[in-house]
C-alpha cells in the first residue's frame, strides 16, 4: 500500500484511526471516533490542514512518489509555468488577477433545465440507514449552506413507521403521509439559497409505494427525482440492521426481503432466546424480468417518459461499478433520454449494512469505471450526441481526489460525489454539540460525555473549534446561528478546506474556471495506469515539444 496511506500523516498532524483505504478514510469509520484522520481535523480547522504543520519549526517532504498499482493515487497533477485559461469576472491575465482565490468552482449541471452549485461536489444517496436519519440536519443544512445537491436515497419512506401508503392502484401504492421524507426535504429547503439541489432517489419498492407521485405532487420541481441501478458498494440492494422483531414484521409486511424471515416460529423462538440478535432488511433487484438490452432500454424510456408526463423537469440517473455493457447503457439511455445528470459510482464503500466482502471483491474499481465512462462518452459525443453530464463518485475524499475525477472525465464530469467524507462532519459536530450542551446530546444524537484531547486542542467552544463559524454567522445572523447544528457548521468548514485546496491546484494548472479542466492536467505515475486508463506516463506527457524546445 502507498505510503501516503499509512495510518500517521506527521506532516499535516493527523492520524487515523483503523486500516485506511484509498480514500484516505478508515476502512470502519465510527460515528463515536475522537479523531483524527485528515478529513475529520479538517471539518474544525479547514484551510489550516492544506498545509504541514508546525510553520517555522519544520521543514516537510512529501512520500507519495512511488506509485503502485491502478487507482486514483497513481494519477498525478500537471502543472505549468506560463499561461492562464477561464478567467471571469472581467480579470486580465495580470498576475494580480491570477491569484487562486480567483479561481471560480462555480459550475452547473443539467439539459432542458440548469442547475447551479458553488463548487463541484454533492452528497451521495443517504437513505434509510440510521447513519442518514440520525445525522440528516447536519447533511442537509450544511449541504444547502454551502450551495451542492443532497441525495435523498432509497426507502426512507417504507421503513418509517409512521409513514401510510394506502392500497395499491395500477400496481403503485397511494402515499398518504410521508413524515420522515418531508422532513428530509424541508429541512433541506428551509436553508436553499438558489445554488444546489435535493434529489430523491427511486428503487423498487420506491417506485411501488409510489414516491415519485408523492414527491410531485406535493413539492413539484422543487425536487429533482433520481433512477437508481444497483449499488455502488454491492449489488442486492440497500441493507438495515433492526435489532427488534416487531419492526422487522413491520417491514416484512411492507414488502421487504427480511433475513432471517421473523415470519417463522423458529425464528421467533431463536430471537427470544437471544441466538438471533437482529434482522437484515433488503431490497429487490432491478430488471430481473428484462433478458435483453433492448427490453431494459424501452422499459427505461417509458419510465422517464412517465416521470416527465406527472411533472418532473429534471430527472437524473445513478448506477454502480457494474461491467461495460450496463455502463455503456447508464451513458447511452441516459443521454438519448436526455436525463440532467448520470452518477457513476465505483465499488468501495457503503454507509448502511453494505456485505464486507461483497465490497472487497464486487464490481469494477472505480479508476478504471470511471477511465471507460469518459471513453464511452467520447465515442457517443463524436457521433453529435449531446452526452449527459456526469458526477463521479467512489472513495473521494480530499481536494486531489475532486481535481482529478474531474481531469480524467473532462469534459463530461461537472461535479463528483462523495459518500463517507461528507459524514465525518456530521458526526464530529454532533458529539461537540453534545458535549458542551449535554441537554441537547440525545437530540443531536450525540456519542461524547466531554470533549477529548483532540477537540481541546483546537478549542473548547463552537466559535473556537470551528474555523468556518465566524463565516457561518456573519452570513446566517447571530440569532440564526443557534438553529445550525454543529454538524452543519463542520460539514460547511470541510467543504471551504476542499473548495481553496481546489482553488490552489486548479490555479497551478492555469485553469480559472473548472470548464477548463481538461484530460491535459493530469499523468500517469506509472506504465500500468497509463494504459488502463489512457492518461499518459509523466515521462511522456509534453516529451516531443520539451525536445522541440531543445533542438529549436
Known amino acids: 500500500m502507498e505510503m501516503r496511506f499509512s495510518k500517521g500523516n506527521d506532516a499535516l498532524g493527523t492520524k487515523n484511526r483503523g486500516n485506511v483505504c484509498e480514500s484516505s478514510l478508515c476502512t470502519l469509520c465510527r460515528a463515536d471516533c475522537n479523531g483524527k484522520c485528515e478529513t475529520w481535523l479538517s471539518s474544525m480547522v479547514g484551510r489550516k490542514l492544506l498545509y504541514p504543520r508546525s510553520y517555522g519549526l519544520v521543514t516537510a517532504g512529501a512520500n507519495n512518489t512511488n506509485h503502485v498499482g491502478v487507482s486514483y493515487n497513481s494519477l498525478r497533477i500537471q502543472g505549468y509555468a506560463y499561461g492562464s485559461a477561464g478567467l471571469t469576472h472581467g480579470m486580465t491575465n495580470s498576475p494580480d488577477d491570477c491569484v487562486f482565490p480567483n479561481v471560480s468552482l462555480e459550475t452547473e449541471f443539467g439539459s432542458r433545465i440548469k442547475t447551479k452549485i458553488r463548487m463541484p461536489m454533492m452528497t451521495g444517496a443517504l437513505g434509510s440507514t440510521l447513519i442518514a436519519e440520525k445525522y440528516w440536519d447536519s447533511f442537509a443544512i450544511g449541504g444547502a449552506l454551502i450551495g451542492i445537491p443532497v441525495v435523498i436515497g432509497e426507502n426512507v419512506v417504507g421503513v418509517d413507521k409512521n409513514s401510510e401508503i394506502g392500497p395499491q392502484t395500477d400496481k403503485k401504492g397511494k402515499i398518504v403521509k410521508a413524515p420522515e421524507l418531508d422532513r428530509r426535504i424541508e429541512t433541506y429547503l428551509r436553508y436553499f439559497n438558489g445554488f444546489g439541489a435535493i434529489i430523491v432517489q427511486l428503487n423498487v419498492e420506491d417506485t411501488r409505494n409510489g414516491v415519485a407521485e408523492y414527491v410531485v405532487d406535493k413539492y413539484g420541481n422543487k425536487c429533482i427525482i433520481e433512477l437508481k441501478w444497483g449499488q455502488g458498494a454491492k449489488n442486492i440492494g440497500g441493507e438495515i440492521q433492526v435489532r427488534s422483531l416487531e419492526y422487522a414484521m413491520f417491514l416484512k409486511e411492507r414488502g421487504y426481503v427480511v433475513d432471517p424471515d421473523p415470519s417463522l416460529p423458529e425464528v421467533q423462538q431463536g430471537f427470544e432466546q437471544g441466538a438471533i440478535k437482529s434482522f437484515a432488511r433488503h431490497s429487490r433487484l432491478g430488471a430481473t424480468n428484462f433478458d435483453t438490452v433492448s427490453k431494459v432500454q424501452e422499459d427505461f424510456m417509458n419510465t422517464v417518459e412517465y416521470l416527465r408526463g406527472i411533472g418532473f423537469e429534471r430527472i437524473t440517473l445513478k448506477t454502480g461499478s457494474y461491467g461495460m455493457e450496463e455502463l455503456a447503457m447508464a ?64 472513495g473521494f475524499a480530499l481536494e486531489d481526489h475532486i481535481f482529478k475525477s474531474l481531469a480524467l472525465g473532462a469534459p463530461y464530469t461537472k461535479l463528483i460525489c462523495m459518500g463517507r467524507a461528507i459524514m465525518i462532519p456530521g458526526f464530529l459536530g454532533a458529539n461537540i454539540e453534545g458535549a458542551i450542551n449535554p441537554e441537547q446530546r440525545a437530540g443531536v444524537n450525540g456519542n461524547w460525555n466531554e470533549l477529548p484531547k483532540t477537540v481541546l486542542e483546537v478549542g473548547k467552544t463552537a466559535d473556537e473549534i470551528f474555523v468556518g463559524y465566524h463565516d457561518l454567522k456573519k452570513k446566517m445572523g447571530k440569532e440564526e446561528m443557534k438553529n445550525i447544528p454543529y454538524g452543519a457548521i463542520a460539514f460547511y468548514t470541510l467543504a471551504d478546506k476542499l473548495g481553496c485546496g481546489l482553488q490552489q491546484l486548479m490555479a497551478g494548472a492555469r485553469k480559472f474556471s473548472l470548464n477548463q479542466i481538461t484530460r491535459q492536467e493530469i499523468f500517469s505515475g506509472n506504465r500500468e495506469t497509463a494504459i488502463e486508463t489512457g492518461i499518459p506516463h509523466v515521462s511522456d506527457v509534453n516529451n516531443e515539444s520539451a525536445k522541440k524546445i531543445l533542438n529549436s
Open 331 to 394: 451513458i447511452k439511455f441516459a443521454t438519448d433520454a436526455e436525463l440532467d445528470l448520470l452518477t457513476i459510482d465505483g465499488s468501495g464503500g457503503g454507509t448502511g449494512m453494505s456485505p464486507w466482502n461483497m465490497m472487497q471483491s464486487w464490481g469494477v474499481p472505480s479508476i478504471i469505471l470511471h477511465s471507460k465512462a469518459h471513453e464511452y462518452a467520447s465515442i457517443l459525443s463524436a457521433k453529435g450526441k449531446n452526452v449527459v453530464d456526469m458526477s463521479f463518485a467512489g
